[in-house]
């Protein structure tokens, strides 16, 4: 991937990831600013208008209930110098309002800050007023735009007699609107500040997070990383601080045996409640440590490797080494025939050097019958086999590990009752349960007093039972559920060789056919191993 030069020209808009995100969050917070000033000043100027015309209408009630205004309206006419006029312009002055105007019942104004009106109609309907009713409103008269109160003036008697109006110029609730506007422009300010740095504080974390990348940049390893982790051919599963899955790639599904729908759930579960309690999980949890650590998964030998990240989570690996270990097995049984045919070698040359030495001293008849006893008890170890196993690859193995444990000066036999059809729905399986079992069998009786493997094959209808008993010292009881755990092994490792596989393989491999793995013990003391797989004849 390549990541923009420091130096490149930059066109338009920033391309740095924090740049932008920085930029967004300032103007989000300007605009914030900016409609919440507005969202305010709306209804502080229907406010302050409700405020000028409930003012208004104080006044307008305060004057005309003095009850001198209404007696002189009813006593006197409209003149500048009469009664009327000097009470409003008193009121008018001490309430600093615009204009107080006192009309008659025909709407006729007895007072007016401007003499020469008086005795002319008013400008506004005065309806409503004269009717009886209280009436607010803004409106447009001879003095300019106002806010007005009016009530009806009413005579010692209860009789309307006229109307007062009064009036607060518009212009003063406009300056008391505009002079709110600094002190919240400020406030706004001071907000859009306080945004602008926390914007500022978080942008940097972003940008220690994102290592100052675009957005393009941070897309494209995305996609890079899902191809990636999609197409390699090693199992990578993601976790996180408090070990639940993030990720499981395809490979990974694969081998750990998760099917589509539960590799879609695993994201945010538990790794114990995904693949359940055993070494697996053991293994890519932590819990067990170290490096190339072998575990076995249904029917895969998987090799895992864990790495901690930075967040406290962390990302493992896991290969698959099934074949590997397979044909390992095959090499470890080859070089036992090798080593089984190197002694043999030395063993025929003995007999040869025999048999050349009674044909020298002419004992022809004594030199046939050691022929004869040689090649029979060779062929009587495999006639013996073949009677009571007739599966070829099975036959052959246990004809193999015979010449190993004779070689080795342990004697392998079948028990009497020992019989397998030639029909079996899982050769290679079972070829790979009884190997294992015979082999670790030979290694437990090598030294003992009197060594000895028993294997033991059994048929019922379609159940197969296989049991192998050795003269070793056993397997204590507290452990034998232990030896079936992956990685446990009383054998010392051979260089870069890990033990502790090969009861793993049986129990699995028993357990996917339906079956069962059991560990016991013999009268003597030693160790029976017992598989039963329920569906194994065809």
């Known amino acids: 991937m390549r990541f923009p030069s420091p130096g490149a020209r930059r066109i338009g808009l920033p391309r740095r990831a924090v740049s932008q995100i920085l930029l967004t969050q300032l103007a989000i917070a300007a605009g914030v600013a900016v409609l919440a000033t507005g969202l305010f000043l709306a209804p502080l100027s229907a406010q302050l208008d409700d405020q000028a015309m409930q003012r208004a209408l104080a006044i307008a009630r305060s004057a005309a209930a003095d009850p001198s205004l209404a007696a002189a309206v009813a006593a006197s006419g409209p003149t500048a110098d009469g009664p009327v006029q000097a009470t409003a312009e008193r009121i008018r002055r001490a309430t600093r309002a615009e204009y107080v105007v006192v009309m008659d019942l025909h709407g006729i104004r007895r007072s007016h800050p401007r003499p020469d009106r008086i005795g002319l109609p008013v400008s506004t309907d005065p309806g409503d007023v004269l009717a009886g009713r209280d009436v607010m409103e803004i409106d447009e008269g001879t003095l300019g735009r106002t806010a007005r109160g009016k009530v009806p003036l009413l005579a010692a008697d209860g009789e309307i007699v006229g109307a007062v109006s009064v009036g607060i110029s518009y212009d003063s609730v406009r300056a008391r609107l505009l002079g709110a506007i600094p002190g919240l422009l400020g406030y706004a300010g001071g907000a859009l500040a306080a945004g602008a740095l926390a914007a500022y504080l978080l942008s940097r974390g972003i940008q220690r997070q994102t290592r100052d990348l675009a957005f393009s940049d941070i897309s494209g390893l995305l996609a890079e990383r899902e191809a990636m982790l999609h197409s390699i051919r090693e199992g990578v599963v993601a976790l996180d601080p408090s070990g639940r899955i993030r990720l499981v790639n395809d490979e990974a599904a694969r081998l750990l045996g998760l099917s589509p729908a539960d590799t879609a759930r695993a994201p945010g579960r ?182 000895l493997v028993e294997v033991e094959l059994r048929c019922e209808d379609r159940t197969l039972v296989l049991r192998v008993r050795d003269s070793g010292p056993g397997v204590p009881e507290a452990r034998r559920e232990e030896i079936f755990t992956e990685g446990w092994s009383t054998k010392q490792p051979q260089g870069r060789r890990e033990r502790g596989l090969g009861l793993a393989l049986v129990r699995r491999l028993a357990e996917r056919q339906g079956g069962t793995a059991r560990a016991g013990g013999t009268a003597d003391g030693g160790a029976e191993f017992s598989v039963v797989l329920p569906e194994a004849l065809r």
């Open 270 to 451: 538990p790794l114990d409640e995904v693949l359940g309690a055993g070494r697996t999980a053991d293994v890519l949890s932590g819990r067990a440590t170290g490096r190339d650590l072998l575990t076995v998964q249904g029917p895969r030998v998987l090799v895992a490797n864990r790495m901690p990240t930075e967040d406290g989570g962390a990302v493992a690996t896991l290969r698959d080494r099934t074949e590997l270990e397979q044909l390992r097995r095959e090499l470890d049984s080859t070089q036992g025939l090798i080593d089984a045919l190197r002694a043999q070698d030395h063993e025929h040359a003995n007999r040869l050097h025999t048999l050349l030495g009674l044909l020298d001293l002419g004992l022809h008849e004594e030199a046939a019958e050691f022929l004869a006893e040689v090649a029979g008890g060779r062929r009587s170890t495999a006639e013996q086999v073949t009677e009571k196993v007739r599966d070829p690859l099975l036959a052959a193995l246990l004809v193999g590990k015979a010449t190993v444990a004779a070689e080795r000066g342990v004697p392998l036999r079948l028990t009497d009752g020992s019989f397998l059809p030639d029909r079996l729905a899982d050769p290679g399986g079972l070829v790979t349960i009884a190997g294992n079992l015979v082999d670790n069998a030979l290694d437990a009786a090598a030294g003992s007093a009197a060594p």
